[in-house]
């Protein structure tokens, strides 16, 4: 087993396919479907299974991904080590849509401006899938809104947030749960922090009759909110860059309102590229 076929594999397993892993590889497709059969022949046992045009780990394709990952990227730091290069190659960041919107943009003109050579390949999500993603190796670090209880994950507190209710502007003023009784939630899929921050402040007992729209941008919650359609919690620093004039705030307890953003990665992990992010937005943190 070469690190050149772990890096077939891996590349298959991440496009789901042979056709877009050897478009992404520079290779052609038979080359790929031999070399993925050699590999597990070396191994023993099938790595993929099919279903309809998409292949899919096997139980044995996810135990060696996880090691494929490791090898790999220890291979690239030793690369990279040995050489005395500045940090190069791809950087795998996760993010929340609150954090892309509002915080990274300077943050990744600042890595990119002094790391010229690393390109940097952004995922957006929840902060469930997002946590997910970096103990799954799909991702090196991630700006999530909670941090992580796992032993594996590290983390640093970088951004106070500040969480608000947002109505539309004739909605009556927001004090309590009883004062939203009569109103839909607007919120992210399930596994999003901000609204299970929200839900503790409705209370257990109401969240089963509440009514929620699921959205993904906050382009379409706000204008959603803006238009009568709910209420919604949202990161003030969100609102700065995502406005709507018919939009009305409103303040929530202290207990409820006030989050620090964290940047997770796995504490086994440390490629050149990923140091440089940690050092660079901790001298940038508030």
């Known amino acids: 087993m070469e690190l050149s076929d772990l890096l077939i594999f891996r590349t298959v397993a991440r496009e ?36 309809g045009h998409r292949l899919a780990l096997s139980q ?21 080590v040995v050489a005395g290069a500045a ?6 960041l996760g993010a929340l849509e609150s954090t892309t919107a509002s915080r990274l943009p300077s943050i990744l003109a600042a890595y990119h401006s002094a790391h010229p050579h690393v390109s ?13 993603a970096v103990l799954d190796r799909r991702v090196e670090a991630a700006f999530v809104a909670e941090s992580p209880s796992d032993a594996r ?41 901000y609204r299970r ?15 929620v729209l699921e959205l993904a941008s906050y382009h379409a919650i706000v204008a959603c909110v803006g238009s009568g359609t709910g209420i919604a919690l949202v990161p003030e620093s969100v609102l700065a860059t995502v406005q ?3 939009v009305a705030r409103h303040p929530l307890p202290r207990v ?24 660079l937005v901790a001298h940038r943190r508030h």
């Open 16 to 51: 789901g396919g042979i056709v877009r892993a050897a478009k992404r590889l520079n290779r052609v497709p038979s080359n790929v479907t031999t070399r993925i059969k050699q590999l597990e022949a070396s191994m023993g046992v099938p790595l993929f299974t099919r279903e």
């Open 60 to 80: 044995s394709g996810e135990r060696l991904l996880d090691y494929a990952e490791r090898m790999l990227q220890l291979s690239d730091e030793a690369r990279t």
């Open 87 to 92: 940090p190069a190659g791809v950087l795998r």
């Open 120 to 132: 940097v390949e952004l995922m957006t999500g929840t902060n469930d899938a997002l946590t997910a």
């Open 153 to 193: 994950l590290a983390s640093m507190p970088l951004f106070r947030e500040r969480l608000v209710i947002i109505s539309a502007r004739d909605h009556a003023p927001i004090r309590r749960p009883r004062d939203v009784a009569d109103d839909s939630v607007i919120a992210f899929p399930n596994g999003c922090y």
């Open 197 to 211: 921050v929200l839900a503790r402040w409705l209370g257990e007992r109401r969240l089963p009759s509440v009514r």
């Open 244 to 246: 709507h004039d018919n």
């Open 256 to 279: 409820h309102a006030e989050v620090v953003t964290p940047l997770i990665w796995r504490t086994s992990d440390a490629s050149p590229s990923l140091v440089a992010l940690r050092e």
